[in-house]
């Protein structure tokens, strides 16, 4: 049966005992109403290609309880694992149930002015800055249903600042646990480096019960100061009853640089979104997503650069598995503005099919409304090529480890990419456990 | 161990429905170099890749045994775990697979569940053959093939045999696009690999490599079968006359060859 997307369980009321409670500022409580007023009227994004009517984006739990961690030491293994061995763990949040629950920065950043905290206390702490960049250059609250519930109903954050001229070399990692069977994660992440500064920024996304009805709103916001560098590492890994909408924005500022390296690792329903726009002169960004879908899966992967500023560039690498009856669409779009002359983007998308049975579907589209412009487009889908096969085959490997390894090896673009270890691990596991 | 033998009786290959190779027979024990040559397009690589197993080509007919056992019924990696190796003259590219990942777990296929090589035992192992074949070290962590020279690819091929020591292997065109300096590296890994445990069949056009690696038989292929075996006199003969002497010598009248090259 088609489920109706049914009316949202909370009021005006509601959401204002739910913000006092947490103690939040009052422009941040009248946003949260304007967005519910909104998020009854809006209409659902509308993907290409892929039907989410019936998708359960609205039954969840809201509230949840979360607990603290002491030591890290205390953490199942699955999420210790995760966790940076040496310098990393020096730098570290965890969020639980969509409150804070673990946190280290090191006495250096601190005094370099580096802010890394849940959204809860960076509102408390730091409201007027998060003012300035919460739903303003990158994302829009009012783009559709589910970014306004997202900003009514945001119960679970990160922002990350980096001052100006700061250059931070270790990475600092977030993890997003979520271990409640009806789990709503309503989660806002802002991640800003401001001029001159650079950094790298890992988050995972966990769920580990398995029957239940969840879901996952989320957005990210990552601004790109001038001349500023980040490097933004994500796996995404929630089980196959939670419904995800991940809608990861971005501001790049002149001569500004981010690289995007996603594993989107889901096992249920999924609606992503990943946005770049190059707004400054010179502004780069190199973004790599890989994924699989599996089971009865269906997903759907909308990858956008939009050029404005002059001399940008552009490459995007999207590698997609599909398995079983999964079925996957992709859309990858490059958008060449007015007057970002001498800009190139480049995009590239390659869907590996395992079975028979899955559906893989490609959409590369260029725009571009400016003469002076390198821009290109590949696509592809596609099965193992059986010479590769032989080749793997005649060395004396089976069948299905090789193709093992050649999955491997077409996911590993963003593996290799990722700067933890632990991380680096555990998506190579992830991988491994869809693939076996 | 005992002495391996391959043994290929009245052979035919098909590619596309068009018979390539046509009654091929030949026997290749442990101790043996043996080196089939032949002008293009005779089906030499033909037949390295039927005995491999590659998907495209089709057997229609004629027997191989590899150590008593049916060849042609086994999948392509149990002849490698059997002992095969094919040097193969247009190696794959596998983007994102590591030289050094894919040769673990080649090495390990064949040790099987449980028998897996020790890490550092593999590392130590991978260092002395990249060494005695002077391939840099970074080669060990790039993507196989990926991005390789000509040279480079043949290389690696021989860096394969040598990590998996295989009974019998088959050399396909290794000498190809190497210069001189390789070609003696390339010689001297196969070399290193002779013993009573190990045969060899070098497919080649130049007797130069032949002077490096020295054959016991020299057979030539003409028209999808051998029409002469010899010992190495018989590579410098064709050196130096080419194969047009032979053919006169043999009454073969090269239309077949014309007409695919037509
Ligand atoms: N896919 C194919 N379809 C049709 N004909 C093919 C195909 N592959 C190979 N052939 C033909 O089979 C014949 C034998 O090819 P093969 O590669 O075995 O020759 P070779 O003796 O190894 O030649 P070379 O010395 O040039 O390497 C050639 O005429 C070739 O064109
Ligand atoms: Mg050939």
Redesign the interface.
């Known amino acids: 049966m088609a489920t109706e997307t049914k009316g949202l369980h909370y009021d005006a009321s509601y959401i204002e005992k739910f913000s006092s409670s947490r103690g939040e500022p009052a422009w941040f409580t009248e946003m949260r109403k304007q967005a519910l007023a909104l998020a009854e009227e809006l209409p659902l994004p509308q993907p290409e290609k892929t039907r989410i009517i019936g998708w359960n984006f609205t039954e969840f739990e809201h509230e949840l309880e979360s607990k603290a961690v002491d030591s890290l030491n205390d953490l199942p293994e699955y999420i210790h694992r995760l966790i940076g061995k040496e310098e990393q763990a020096g730098n570290l949040l965890l969020i639980h149930n969509g409150r804070l629950a673990y946190q280290s920065l090191s006495d250096d950043l601190k005094s370099k002015g580096v802010i890394f905290t849940d959204l809860e206390t960076a509102l408390r702490e730091h409201g007027d800055l998060v003012k300035k960049y919460y739903f303003a250059k990158a994302a829009k609250l009012d783009a559709n249903k589910l970014t306004a519930l997202n900003a009514a109903l945001v119960n679970s954050g990160l922002f990350l600042y980096v001052p100006k001229n700061v250059e931070i070399e270790v990475p600092l990692q977030t993890v997003f646990w979520q271990d409640h069977p009806d789990a709503g994660l309503i989660n806002h992440v802002i991640v800003v480096a401001d001029d001159n500064s650079s950094i790298t920024y890992v988050e995972n996304y966990l769920s580990t019960e398995h029957e239940g009805s969840q879901v996952a709103n989320i957005i990210t916001e990552v601004y790109v100061g001038d001349n500023a560098t980040v490097r933004f590492g994500g796996v995404d890994q929630f089980t196959k009853d939670v419904t995800t909408y991940i809608n990861r924005r971005s501001y790049v500022g002149a001569n500004g640089r981010l690289e995007w390296a996603l594993g989107q690792m889901n096992d249920g329903n999924t609606l992503s979104e990943t946005f770049t726009s190059l707004v400054g002169d010179g502004g780069v960004t190199d973004m790599k997503a890989v994924s699989i879908g599996h089971g009865e899966q269906r997903q759907n992967f909308e990858n956008r650069i939009h050029h404005f500023g002059r001399n940008t560039e552009s490459d995007m690498l999207i590698h997609g598995v599909q398995l079983d009856k999964a079925q996957s669409i992709f859309n990858a779009i490059t958008k060449i503005e007015h007057g970002a002359s001498k800009s190139d983007g480049e995009q590239t998308q390659r869907v590996l099919m395992l079975s028979e049975g899955a559906r893989g579907d490609a959409n590369p589209i260029l725009l571009i409304d400016e003469n002076d412009v390198i821009a290109g487009h590949a696509a592809s889908v596609g099965r193992i ?4 096969l ?10 299905k ?2 193709e093992r ?2 999955v ?6 963003v593996v ?1 990419q990722l700067p933890i270890e632990g991380v680096k691990d555990q998506l190579t596991e992830v991988i491994e456990g869809k693939v076996k | 161990m005992a002495q391996p033998t391959l043994k290929i009786e009245d052979l035919h290959v098909s590619i596309e429905g068009k018979e390539i190779v046509k009654g091929f027979s030949l026997e290749i024990k442990g101790g043996e170099i043996h080196a089939v040559m032949g002008p293009n397009g005779t089906g030499k690589s033909t037949l390295a890749s039927a005995l491999m197993g590659h998907p495209k080509y089709e057997i229609t007919g004629g027997k191989v045994t590899f150590d008593g056992q049916d060849l042609l019924e086994m999948e392509v990696d149990e002849r490698a775990r059997a002992g095969l190796f094919l040097a193969m003259q247009y190696p794959s590219e596998i983007s994102g697979v590591t030289n050094a990942d894919f040769l673990r777990t080649a090495i390990n296929a064949r040790r099987g569940e449980g028998n897996e090589i020790p890490v550092m035992q593999f590392i130590k192992k991978l260092d002395e053959k990249m060494k005695l074949l002077d391939i840099d070290e970074e080669f060990a962590n790039r993507y196989l093939n990926e991005g390789f020279s000509g040279g480079e690819k043949k290389r690696n091929e021989i860096l394969q045999l040598m990590m998996l020591e295989p009974k019998i292997a088959i050399l396909d065109e290794i000498d190809s696009g190497l210069d001189i300096d390789a070609l003696k590296i390339v010689a001297k890994g196969v070399n290193a690999m002779r013993s009573p445990e190990f045969g060899c069949l070098i497919i080649t056009h130049y007797q130069r490599l032949l002077n490096y690696i020295k054959p016991d038989k020299v057979h030539v292929m003409m028209q999808g079968r051998i029409v002469k075996s010899g010992g190495p006199e018989l590579a410098e003969r064709l050196e130096a006359e080419g194969y047009d002497g032979l053919k006169k010598e043999l009454g073969i009248e090269d239309d077949e060859v014309v007409e695919q090259e037509a």
């Not at chain 1, 491997?408 to 673009?413: K, Y």
């Open positions: 090529d059986p010479i590769h032989y080749y793997l085959m005649s060395r004396g490997i089976s069948r480890d090789a390894l050649i491997h090896g077409f996911l590993n673009p290799s």
